[in-house]
């Protein structure tokens, strides 16, 4: 029976999150807020699947839900780091940085979910990706350890990902 309506609804997740989405937008709680929020949650992922041809094999949500509150803990010490960085450090003492961090991750998704989340956090910015997608260029606002920098992303974020996405 489910699979009869896997062409309806290719992404039950999704249109469950996108339902759920719009009714928080719409601050509203109503019979048409919610059939209408069921419309778009049906819809969007359903006319974009002809793109997700390989969706991610053994996706862990619950620890996906622990990435996340490590990365709003980081985006917040992050922005306070930054702030002092701005407010204590003269321009001409900063010492911004290149950082070339090689990747065991090959999920496309997985890799993308790594440079945004280095590029949310204050400081770091994702600049690019490797034409093989095994190394990704990252710059940092200033640091006087940027193999601790690299070393940081890999066991904080990258390991946590082949975790999430094995």
Known sequence: MARAFSWL???PLLT???TVVWMLLQNEISAGMIVFGLILGIIIPW?????WPDTPKGFRPVK??????????DIIVANIEVAWIVLTVPAAKLKPAWIVVPLKLREPEAITLLAGTITLTPGTVSADLSDKGRCLLVHV?????PDGIRDEIITR???RLLEIFS
Do not use: F, K, N
């Open 157 to 159: 974020y990258e390991a």
């Open 141 to 145: 606002l200033h640091t006087d350890d």
């Open 16 to 18: 469950l999150i996108l």
């Open 47 to 51: 006319g974009t699947s002809i793109w």
């Open 64 to 73: 996906m839900v622990r990435y996340s509150l490590i990365v709003l803990w």
């Open 9 to 11: 609804m290719p992404h």
